[in-house]
């Protein structure tokens, strides 16, 4: 069974930065389209942002110019840097394909406090 591990979280101030990453046994990892997404407290899961197997990028509109998402293909991990943290960014990050297909992750908890 495919695992998604996610890492990096923690408790940040307003204006900080984190580096999330997301380990995974995926097959054939390099071909997948691979997305961060984050759920908040009462929140539905959200999409963050995006990677395709061709280095292309897509942001949700909230985090345009503050995270950047990247992959290593030969690790078959995912990353998310996020800078310029808010206290609205507070939530759960998980990573997944473009499709959510897997079994989700734990996920990783990030807290930004004001």
């Known amino acids: 069974q495919v695992q998604l591990v996610e890492s990096g979280g923690g408790l940040v101030q307003n204006g900080g930065s984190l580096r999330l990453s997301c380990v995974t046994s995926?097959?054939?990892?390099?071909?997948?389209?691979m997305n961060w997404y984050r759920q908040a407290p009462g929140k539905q899961r959200e999409l963050v942002a995006r990677?395709?197997?061709?280095?292309?990028?897509e942001y949700a509109d909230f985090v345009k110019g503050r995270f950047t998402i990247s992959r290593d293909n030969d690790k078959r991990a995912v990353y998310l840097q996020m800078t310029s943290l808010k206290p609205e960014d507070t939530a759960v990050y998980y990573c997944?394909?473009?499709?959510?297909?897997?079994?989700w992750g734990q996920g990783t908890q990030v807290t930004v406090s004001s």
């Open positions: 997944n394909d473009y499709s959510a297909t897997y079994p």
């Open positions: 995926i097959f054939m990892f390099s071909i997948k389209t």
């Open positions: 990677i395709s197997n061709g280095q292309n990028t």
